[in-house]
């Protein structure tokens, strides 16, 4: 019985990118919504009128409960967003786990596409200062160079390894693990109002913010683009958010 052939991998046949893309492919979320949870405790039934009303007239509620912190109002709404971006990206997005649910592409039941990240040359790559007390700066260009002409070797060494194990049979969840993190995926997340808030107070920086933050850029490509999709869906709440500091109440 022959050998099986080793597959080739060229760097041509890769795909590279530097991008995250956000999709929001389902909402039920609006100002009206924390409305009539907020008038429950006083309104009791009568609450529910507030969905037919217009929630600019209640802004001031919105603004008191994002001010004092009165969380649950903005629990009672959904958005799910389609994300693709490096693996990397998706380990520090499921640290947020309260107000969250996760669906990823499976490498144990798919064939995982070689697609990989490449930062491009406006992605800052050196870290100057102390932990805690660090910033990042702009490399020179010889530096951009060898990350990308190293992580492009990389990847094309680590797909060949991959597609080497697939060919020998081996099974997919095992063959994996030759894949960097580097790797695209994809996910479904699935939150409300007030859990991301809280990402967007950890994952992005703004000159707004009361609480400093200092994320993994690739990580704050995501959070922008959600947010500004949020944005569109519920502007009284996300000008509450932006007014008080962008601290999840």
Known sequence: MGRTPTPVTTRESLTFRS?????????????????????VSTAGEQSLDELKKDPE???????????????SPFEHNS??????????VFREFMRHRVGWSYNEESGRYRELEPVFYVPDASRKLVQEGRPGKYVFVEGTPGQHAAVSETL????????TAYQKLLA?????????????VGLYSSMYATCNARSLMHFLGLRTQHELAKVPSFPQREIEMVGEKMEAEWAKLMPLTYAAFNANGRVAP
């Not at 991008?19 to 979320?29: C, P």
């Not at 020998?168 to 960097?180: D, K, M, Y």
């Open 19 to 39: 991008d995250v893309t956000v999709e929001l492919v389902k909402s039920a979320a609006s100002d009206a919504d924390v409305l009539f949870a907020a008038r």
């Open 57 to 71: 007239r209640s802004k001031g509620l919105i603004n008191y409960l994002m001010r004092d912190r009165h969380g």
């Open 79 to 88: 958005m799910t967003f389609f994300i693709s971006a490096p693996i990397f």
């Open 152 to 159: 492009r070797e990389s990847y094309e060494q680590a797909y």
């Open 168 to 180: 020998e049979g081996v099974a997919r969840e095992v063959a994996r693990a030759a894949l960097p």
